[in-house]
């Protein structure tokens, strides 16, 4: 019975996801055709880049940009879906060869930071949760801070106690784990702090339920009530903003990665709108949607086993 | 309705956010209810202490008030607060330290940053409320067809709406920013039409509450017509829990504008902006850190007041006390 409740919600969130994706892939096709001009030769890199007659050509019967627009509509989809993203004429290769490049250092980032966040968050909720005004009155005043300063701002500070003030860690490169701990650290502290603004009061209000004053008087500590009991209801909560968190990531590693001069996808979306790459900023969207639509769908497996 | 993530209007996204998280409750009843239990006893608020909380919160917000309206003032008549251009270059006083004629000193053109700082509040203020009035426009627009619409319409506008979503709001403004070129303007739009899913979302979820509340029926029922029942009555009605969100979303309006010159993509050279002053002073960091922190502690400033501003008025509408 439960691993047909199971399936039904895979199947559902996965057609759910689909369109999104279809939904997506719509809007980078649309954006192909709102550039000013020719869009051959837009993909190509514009007038500047003086792509050969016989390259534009090539470009032209690819996408068929002389059929009438619901064909080329379709010759997109089709190409999408033998995972062709077309090619970047600034990297001379495949988008999906450029973008499985940069891959890695910004999953590694991606991962450490939700690791970081999640546990930092958690550390914080539950050591001030139920202490009082004055404890959740200084945590207010800190979160509300680190959620506003702009990330790259919060990024140079560290940047410059850091590595300029205080030279222990370095400021730039991919080079081991120390080059790491400065772009988590930047990427993980507002978002921690937005998880405590969300867990707090979930938490402030577990810990008034009876079965916290049962278990108390059943002799268990302070510590281990939270622990064990007051922690499961923060799983919910954290599992609602995993979307919130994943958009934040990689938007967040288009600016930390070029605070840091870190290799990675942010670096190259940013790289590829400077350069008007309009091949490889819409392959990296479409990679972001897929990867938001996959985090989701893990998410809503994860929450319907939690809470069947 | 199946959406993709599983409650919209709960789900913070990073502009509004500090407005959509529940703030921690107020300081009375809430936190220190268990008041019986050995690690709260005696810990209640006292009449003194909430009065004092009463007053410090009423100074954050008047401060907050007072530092908007002079970057307002920056932003309107920069002539009033600085005499210097902000891209006059000074012969040989690169990276000058404060002085008299340069309350601030020189960057490393020899420009004075000071001038360059107040000149630069236009850019970033008309990005941020340039960039809200887009979202909270273009959001409404869709939230209110969506939400009026039958369940084709409601689910077609919605689809759209969990795609924009998909796409990091940085993702989507660098889309528009490729097809359109680099620049204040394309930026102001760019970060607008990335705030337009979160905007339609709450403006949906509130006119689904609306329009089955009695007041709309009997408009109904009195003949009025589709339209005018959508603009002069459920709009309204709708809109106004949108007023604090859309407070904190200029913040984070001003903040992703700065990111984009910050990456070269917004304001371009020699144009005094706050994102950019930062991108160029970067390499002067271990010499003049003086030339980060000012346009740094521009930009945070700016994002707090607005903030505390708005959570001030969401307070207000909530019918709640300021601290």
Known sequence: MRALALGRVVARRALSGVLVLWGAATITFAALHTVKGDPALVLMGGEEANPSPEALAAVREEYGFDKPLWVQ??????????????????QHRSVLSAIGIQLGPTIVLALSTAVVAVVLALAVALATAGRGPTVAGAVNAVTTVLSSVPGFVLGIALLFVFSALLPILPSAGNAGAASLVLPVVTLALPIAAHLVQVLQPELDEVLEQPFILTARTRGASVASTKIRHA??????????????????LLGGAVLVETVFSRQGLGRLATAAVSNQDLSLVLGVVLFAALVFVLVNLAVDVVYSLLDP | MTSLVSDPTLLPSPPDAAGTAPVPAPP????????????????AASPRRRAWR???????????????????????FPGLLTRQDPVAVTL????????AGHPLGTDEAGRDVFSRLVHGAGASLGIGFGATLIAVVGGALVGLIAG????????????AVDCLVAVPDLLLAMIVITVSGAGVVTALVAVGVAGIPSVARIVRAQTHQVRVSPYI???????????TVALRHVLPNAFRPLIPAVALRIGGAIGAGAGLSFLGLGAQPPRPEWGAMISTGRNFLVNDPLLVLWPALAITLTVLATGTLGRALKRRLEGRDLA
């Not at chain 1, 922690?231 to 934040?248: E, K, N, Q, S, Y």
């Not at chain 2, 009375?28 to 810990?43: L, N």
């Open chain 1, 73 to 90: 509509y379709g010759i997109y989809f089709s190409r999408l879906l033998h995972g062709n993203l077309g090619d970047s004429y600034q």
């Open chain 2, 92 to 99: 040989g006083v690169p990276l000058s330290p404060p002085s």
């Open chain 2, 148 to 159: 009026l619409g039958n369940r084709l319409v409601d689910g077609f506008f919605m689809r």
């Open chain 2, 28 to 43: 009375s009843a809430a936190v220190t209810a268990p008041a019986g239990t050995p690690e709260t006893a005696g810990r």
């Open chain 2, 217 to 227: 029926e009997a408009a109904r029922i009195l003949g009025l017509s589709r339209t």
């Open chain 2, 54 to 76: 009463g007053a410090a919160a009423r100074i954050t917000v008047s401060l907050s008030g007072v530092f908007l309206l002079a970057l307002l003032v920056a932003a309107l």
């Open chain 1, 231 to 248: 922690l499961r209801h923060c799983l919910m909560p954290i599992a609602t903003m995993t979307g919130f968190v994943v958009a934040g």
